[in-house]
Structures are given as C-alpha cells and as structure tokens.
T-cell receptor, first 116, second 112 residues
Framework: AQKITQTQPGMFVQEKEAVTLDCTYD???????LFWYKQPSSGEMIFLIY??????QNATEGRYSLNFQKARKSANLVISASQLGDSAMYFC?????????????FGDGTTLTVKP | NAGVTQTPKFRILKIGQSMTLQCTQD?????MYWYRQDPGMGLKLIYY???????DKGEVPNGYNVSRSTTEDFPLRLELAAPSQTSVYFC???????????FGSGTRLTVV
C-alpha cells in the first residue's frame, strides 16, 4: 500500500524568500512517481511538478523544484522567491507502477501563507 | 481548449435522492479519474478509467457508479445519497501515467 505524509499543516514565509514543503512517502514498489499540486482558495487543483523514481536529476519547473531523496523516501517541494499568489494549499501525491493506471494517493496537504 | 469540464458546480441533495455528476474532457486523454475531497483532507479515489469501456473501483467506491462510453465523457452516478457523501468532487484526466492530472473545477455537493 502507498502512503503519503505531509507533516506541516501550515507554513508561513516572507515574500521573496524560499520555502520548503515536506513530503515523505512509503511504498514497496521500485517504480513510482511523485507529484505536487496547488489548490488556491478558489478551489481548483493545479499540477506543479513531477518526479519519477528512476529520474536521476531533481525535477524543476520555473520557481518550483522537487528535492527528491530516494533513500530517505522524501520528495520535498521547494518554492523559490515566494510571491503572494503562492498562498494556497499544496498536496503531495504518489502514483504506483506504470501498470497501476496512474492512480494517485494524496497527502492531507500543507497550507502555505506568504506574508508581504 | 476547455480542458476538463464538470457540471454542476454546486448541488444540494436530500437523503435518498440520486444524481449524476458530469465530466467531459477535450484533450483525448485515455486516463480519467473521480476523486472526493472532504474538508481539510486530501483527495481519495472513487473510480477510474483507462479508456472507453473500461472502469474500475478506487479506494472509496461504495455508493457510486461510473460509465465510460466515450473517451470524452466520464459521468459519476450517486445512488441513494447519504450525508457521508457531502464533499467536493473532482474529475481529472491524464495523458499518461507519468503526467500530472488536469482537474475539473469541482462539484460541491451537500446532502441534507
């Protein structure tokens, strides 16, 4: 069974600073993928970044990077140069092997508040 | 492109009523999913589909049913609504298993 743990219910960061949102996972499958999604207060879900378990380098997408530490089973999201618009709930999710139809298990989320 | 379109956005049901949540995508994605999000929680998978004519249960399928007659449409049917089904429902689609989901805007359902 897959499990995602996000231990930070809420985080605060000053505008223009970097912030790290924690995510640990548990799986016995050697092949898996990790995702981060953003949910603003308006409620929609937005895909941010993806990391495959066999990817050699950490994924980056603009101001988002995924700090993937396989041995520690962690997949932390780093947001650089925070902006007020980054205030939202952030969810870490994991998919299983390719044969698992892309089904994802989600964590309970971290609420990020960016202070001006 | 519209992406993933969900209707309705809001609905109040009485206990025992039934309804269908509609979901349509125009990206020709084979993979489609229905999740529910309870307050302050992450998403839980209800049903999923890997292509037209193929559906399967997720983590919390009881009280729901789906069909996938076309690539574009993946409606979710609630039979005999119960207060425990009060939630926000998201439909999502994906081009491939290693791609992120494209989500619909969600349906906020209240069962009273």
């Amino acid at each position: 069974a897959q499990k995602i743990t996000q231990t930070q219910p809420g985080m605060f960061v000053q505008e223009k600073e970097a912030v790290t949102l924690d995510c640990t996972y548990d799986t016995s499958d050697p092949s898996y993928g990790l995702f981060w999604y953003k949910q603003p207060s308006s409620g929609e879900m937005i895909f941010l970044i993806y990391q495959g378990s066999y990817d050699q380098q950490n994924a980056t997408e603009g101001r988002y990077s995924l700090n993937f530490q396989k041995a520690r089973k962690s997949a932390n999201l780093v947001i650089s140069a925070s902006q007020l618009g980054d205030s939202a709930m952030y969810f870490c999710a994991m998919r299983g092997p390719y044969t698992n139809a892309g089904k994802s298990t989600f964590g309970d989320g971290t609420t990020l508040t960016v202070k001006p | 492109n519209a992406g993933v379109t969900q209707t309705p956005k809001f609905r109040i049901l009485k206990i025992g009523q039934s309804m269908t949540l509609q979901c349509t995508q125009d990206m020709n994605h084979n993979y489609m999913y229905w999740y529910r999000q309870d307050p302050g929680m992450g998403l839980k998978l209800i049903y999923y589909s890997v292509g037209a004519g193929i559906t399967d249960k997720g983590e919390v399928p009881n009280g729901y049913n789906v069909s996938r007659s076309t690539t574009e449409d993946f409606p979710l049917r609630l039979e005999l609504a119960a207060p425990s089904q009060t939630s926000v429902y998201f439909c999502a689609s994906s081009q491939a298993v290693d791609h992120g989901y494209t989500f619909g805007s969600g349906t906020r359902l209240t069962v009273v």
